[in-house]
């Protein structure tokens, strides 16, 4: 079975503070993806990466920065936590499957509130 | 620009009732679309749908996509307590990486 792990399930900041994500899969999958998800607005995705290093922007990367030194481990950063990134946070996983599926597999999600 | 609309936003059925739901997407080379569940955590996959006209199913649940009209939709018969879930669709286009998601339908199924 595909596991998708991230460090925290839930996590408390301050305004300010420098906040890590830390997602790791072990299924060797090439691309990796940062989703936050809010009320009424579904998922919405923040960074992706299809490779070691290499990283896209996604819909909404404002606030947010990324790290992808190992291929099983993405990384997001909150350079400095603000109230309005209090939110559900999903990293997911995919490879190209048997004609090319690109299914993602998701993590159980950080649940992040900044005060 | 991408779009995906999924309708309704929620809903309330009892046991055993027949739902189904929506999915209109506007997604610029359209390759295929994704149906996941999702309950407290973590979203899980349903199906996947590439060709219009061919129903997939699994159990009580079925699936069908009209690439012409740009939709799906996604039935669930004889509804237990346990579909109670947000329901989210994704088709992916002309980017190999990327999903689209819906807002998702938030179905509530009663005892």
């Known amino acids: 079975d595909v596991k998708v792990t991230q460090s925290s399930r839930y996590l408390v900041k301050r305004t300010g503070e420098k906040v890590f994500l830390e997602c790791v899969q072990d299924?060797?999958?090439?691309?990796m993806f940062w989703y936050r998800q809010d009320p009424g607005l579904g998922l919405r995705l923040i960074y992706f990466s299809y490779d070691v290093k290499m990283k896209e922007k996604g819909d909404i990367p404002e606030g947010y920065s990324v790290s992808r030194e190992k291929k099983e481990r993405f990384s997001l950063i909150l350079e400095s936590a603000s109230t309005n990134q209090t939110s559900m946070y999903l990293c997911?996983?995919?490879?190209?499957?048997?004609?090319?599926?690109?299914?993602?597999?998701f993590g159980p999600g950080t649940r992040l509130t900044v005060t | 620009e991408d779009k995906v609309v999924q309708s309704p936003l929620s809903l309330v059925v009892h046991e055993g009732d027949t739902v189904t739901l929506n999915c209109s997407y506007e997604?610029?080379?359209?390759?295929?679309l994704l149906w996941y569940k999702q309950e407290k955590k973590a979203p899980t996959f349903l199906f996947m749908l590439?060709?219009?006209?061919i129903e997939k199913k699994s159990g009580r649940l079925s699936s069908i996509l009209d690439k012409k009209e740009l939709f799906s939709i996604l039935n669930i018969t004889a509804t237990q307590t346990g579909d109670s879930a947000i329901y989210l669709c994704a088709p992916w286009g002309d980017s190999s990486y990327k999903l689209i998601f819906g807002s998702g339908t938030r179905l509530l199924v009663r005892p």
């Open positions: 299924m060797d999958h090439e691309n």
């Open positions: 590439t060709s219009s006209g």
């Open positions: 997604v610029t080379n359209f390759r295929s």
């Open positions: 997911a996983s995919s490879s190209p499957g048997q004609g090319g599926s690109y299914e993602q597999y």
